[in-house]
C-alpha cells in the first residue's frame, strides 16, 4: 500500500519571504499523479499543483512550485512571496497511475502559518 | 469555488441515529468519492462511484453505505452512528480522464452526541 509521509507537523514563514513544505512517499508503481491540496480555516479542500510521475519538468503554478524527485520519492512544495492567506494547512497527496481506485492517499498535513 | 456541493454543511445528531449526506459532482464529471477527515484518522477515503456504480471501497464501515444516482448525484448514509463518527465528511468529483484530478466540495460537518 502506498504512504504519504509530511515530516513537518508546523512551519512558519514572513510575508513575502519563500518557504518549502516537504512530503516523501512510498510506492512500487511507475505511474502516478502527485498533488498538494490547501485547507484554509474555512476547511475548504483546494487544489494548489499537481505532478505526473512520468513528467520530469517540475509543476509551477505561480507562486507555488515543486521539485520532484522521483528516484528519492520526494515531492516538496515551494511557496514563494508568501501571503498572509497563504496561511493553512496542506496535504500532499498521491493518486495510482493504474487501472482501478483513483482514490487518493493524503499525508497528515502540515500547518503553515504567515507571520506579517 | 469547486463545483461540488454538499447538503447540509453542518449536522448534529444522537448517537443511534442515521444520517444521509449529499453531494452533487461538477458538471460533467462522472466519478464521485467520499472522504472522511478526523483528528486521530487524518484524511481517509471511504468510497468510489463512477457513473452510477461503486468503483472502489476504502476503509469504510459496513454502519457506512454509498450510492449515485442516474443523475450522478451522491449520498453517503451513515447508521448507528458513534461517538467516533464525528468528522468532517468531503464529497470529490473527477471527470472521466486518465489524469483526472479531484475537485472537492465545502464537506459536511457531522458531530455526533
Known amino acids: 500500500a502506498q504512504t504519504v509521509t509530511q515530516s513537518q507537523p508546523e512551519m512558519s514563514v514572513q510575508e513575502a519571504e519563500t518557504v518549502t513544505l516537504s512530503c516523501t512517499y512510498d510506492t512500487s508503481e511507475s505511474d502516478y499523479y502527485l498533488f498538494w491540496y490547501k485547507q484554509p480555516p474555512s476547511r475548504q479542500m483546494i487544489l494548489v499543483i499537481r505532478?505526473?510521475?512520468?513528467?520530469?519538468q517540475n509543476a509551477t503554478e505561480n507562486r507555488f512550485s515543486v521539485n520532484f524527485q522521483k528516484a528519492a520519492k520526494s515531492f516538496s512544495l515551494k511557496i514563494s512571496d508568501s501571503q498572509l492567506g497563504d496561511a493553512a494547512m496542506y496535504f500532499c497527496a498521491y493518486r495510482s497511475g493504474q487501472g482501478g481506485s483513483e482514490k487518493l492517499v493524503f499525508g497528515k498535513g502540515t500547518k503553515l502559518t504567515v507571520n506579517p | 469555488d469547486s463545483g461540488v456541493t454538499q447538503t447540509p454543511k453542518h449536522l448534529i445528531t444522537a448517537t443511534g441515529q442515521r444520517v444521509t449526506l449529499r453531494c452533487s459532482p461538477r458538471?460533467?464529471?462522472?466519478?464521485v468519492y467520499w472522504y472522511q477527515q478526523s483528528l486521530d484518522q487524518g484524511l481517509q477515503f471511504l468510497i468510489q462511484y463512477y457513473n452510477g456504480e461503486e468503483r472502489a471501497k476504502g476503509n469504510i464501515l459496513e454502519r457506512f453505505s454509498a450510492q449515485q444516482f442516474p443523475d450522478l448525484h451522491s449520498e453517503l448514509n451513515l447508521s448507528s452512528l458513534e461517538l467516533g463518527d464525528s468528522a468532517l465528511y468531503f464529497c470529490a468529483s473527477s471527470d472521466a480522464g486518465r489524469v483526472s484530478t479531484q475537485y472537492f466540495g465545502p464537506g459536511t460537518r457531522l458531530t455526533v452526541l
Open positions: 505532478q505526473e510521475a512520468y513528467k520530469q
Open positions: 458538471s460533467g464529471d462522472l466519478s
